[in-house]
């Protein structure tokens, strides 16, 4: 099937939605706060259904409050295309991440009401609750619900910080629907993105075509030494946490370098025990993330870890219990999807590149039930969770174009 030339979304009405949007939760920087299922979010959601719902689409809402807005397909029994993403923040979050795969899917649905074009497959536009993960933990858990990962009673009993929980909180705003949770066929899922780094950007490219997505092993550990006074104690007699997790610190960045360029690793929490000026270590904890899209690369930087730490802490003297908190195995995207991500690129004639995406994304558990893949496009000096997050509109055009072009491509333009 070949898309004419004129497929193409109207740009600046994605970018106008996205600022309308931006307006809900928006902070004094210019981000965004939205956190999952407050009144905020709740607003956001009845705008997408109302924009929705104006561009003729049904909306179906499952009880894990994921929303699907449904164009129908000619051959409306087909099993849909499907795309989408999130429009919670981080308490420090953008205007892009995450409501752009949103709002991106809209756009489509508009384009194609404009264009007179109608799909033999239903098109759906998805919001996942709580991608996140920054009020309740773990991140992206209703799109796992529907992907099988977790199970619906794990993820409604999820709680926030004052223990409300997700299904609370769901029944509060009005968004605990009725539909079961996944379990029904997705033809394709394609989610659109900015990406969060800065590769894209710098080498001029405007569409990532994601490949893969980095597999992740996360620990926490804890290494106890003996407090002591900073005076009177000689260097040779001390056993220094901190001396340990400084080493420890050093391992972890070196494991990252030692499998550049896609290789991540980084300890970014520590606490001190007691943490006082003239008192020598006793106790400190850590929390190391590593990530690698090669699962066997991934288990040897694992080996790595735990050598080192057990060297490290032997040769100081210090007891330490390391424990493996969270690990997602790499995901690669299906190859016609990523395919068609690529063909899109091209028909645009616009700079494109494979890339490997180091955040976790919806598209990661949907990759688990659907033929799936991702469309980044580039944010300015790759900064995101952040409310400077920005992005020039011609990036989110094509995008958007891109989405378009596969999406008719999956769907079937219906002649
Ligand atoms: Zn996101």
Redesign the pocket.
């Known amino acids: 099937m070949t898309a004419g030339k004129n497929l193409q979304i109207d740009g600046k009405r994605l970018w106008d939605s996205l600022m309308e949007m931006a307006k809900i939760g928006a902070t004094e920087k210019g981000g965004c706060c939205r956190l999952a299922l407050t009144d905020l979010d709740k607003e956001s959601r009845d705008l997408f259904v109302r924009w929705c719902e104006a561009a003729g689409c049904s909306i179906k809402i499952d009880k894990m409050g994921n929303i699907f807005a449904r164009r129908p397909g000619r051959n409306d029994d087909l099993a849909p295309v499907m795309t989408g ?2 429009l919670d923040t981080q308490p420090t979050g953008g205007r892009f ?2 409501v752009y ?1 949103v709002l991106a899917g809209l756009e489509v649905v508009r384009s194609l009401n404009d264009l007179g074009i109608e799909t033999e497959r239903p098109i759906e536009v998805a919001v996942w609750t709580n ?2 993960g920054s009020r309740f933990t773990p991140a992206m858990v209703a799109s796992g619900v529907f992907a099988g990962v977790f199970d619906l009673e794990y993820g409604l009993g999820r709680s926030d910080a004052d223990g409300k929980t997700m299904g609370e909180e769901l029944q509060r705003i009005g968004y605990a629907g009725a539909e079961a949770v996944g379990g029904r066929e997705i033809h394709a899922f394609f989610e659109t ?1 900015i990406e ?1 780094g800065p590769i894209l950007e710098e080498e001029n490219k405007t569409i990532g075509i994601v490949t893969d997505a980095q597999g992740q092993r996360w620990y926490e550990l804890t290494l106890t030494g003996v407090e002591s006074h900073a005076g009177p104690t000689p260097m040779a007699r001390r056993k220094d946490a901190l001396l340990g997790a400084a080493r420890i610190v050093e391992l972890v960045n070196r494991t990252g370098l030692d499998n550049a360029p896609v290789a991540c690793a980084t300890v970014g929490m520590m606490e001190v025990y007691p943490n006082s000026r003239n008192v020598i270590p006793g106790r400190v904890f850590l929390a190391i993330d590593i990530r690698h899209p090669d699962d066997g690369i991934l288990a040897q930087m694992d080996g790595t870890l735990r050598a080192g730490v057990e060297k490290i802490t032997g040769e100081i003297g210090l007891d330490y219990e390391l424990e493996q908190i969270f690990y997602v195995k790499p995901v690669k995207f299906d190859e016609a999807c990523v395919a068609a991500v690529r063909d899109g690129a091209k028909a645009f004639g616009y700079d494109a590149r494979a890339i490997v995406s180091g ?1 976790g ?1 919806d598209a990661c558990y949907m990759s688990k039930v659907a033929p799936t893949a991702m469309v980044f496009v580039p944010c300015i000096d790759g900064i995101s969770h952040n409310e400077v997050e920005d992005a020039k509109p011609e990036w989110i055009t094509a995008g958007g174009n891109v989405l378009l072009r596969v999406i008719v491509e999956k769907a079937g333009r219906a002649e």
């Open positions: 993403s999130h991440d995450g795969g991608e996140e993105h969060q955040a994304h």
